[in-house]
């Protein structure tokens, strides 16, 4: 028998954006990605127990997934940070987000990183470096453009 811990506050905006706001299927939410990926909580300092956004990242596909803002919180520059903030993670070392995570994991600091945007946010993630590639394509019955962002490390160089 295996336990798994599950972050319920997770799964209810998952549910709560994609499936009751945005009405893609429950069944698609959820699928064999979970358990080789980076799961990220965000909350405010303020309430530092009560989730206002996710994203998932698989390192082997380096691929970010499931980002999600509570509608209360958007439009506030909360998204944009979001984002910075987990690239800049990215660019130290995915170790460093949760050292609970299965050590199966690879943690090599990716060069890029992609995503697969819902075409009203196009704009959002264009403006945060995000660049469009390809056709725009059907998944999970809505139409999607994949975005990828070279990451670039900053801070002092060595010379």
Known sequence: MEVETVCF??????????VEEQGFDLGDEFDDLEATSVHVLFSLSSHP????????YNPAKTKVSRILLLPP?????????MMVSFERRLLTGLALLDQDTPSSLDFNTPREIRLHSQMPVIGFYSKIGYQPVGPTFIEDGAPHQLMVKELVPTGPTSS
Not at 49 to 56: M, P, Q, V
Not at 73 to 81: A, V
Request: hydrophobic share 35%; net charge positive.
């Open 9 to 18: 506050s997770s799964a209810h905006a998952l549910f709560q954006v994609f």
């Open 49 to 56: 127990t009560e989730y206002i956004g996710t994203l998932r």
């Open 73 to 81: 919180y958007r439009q506030l520059g909360i998204g944009k940070c």
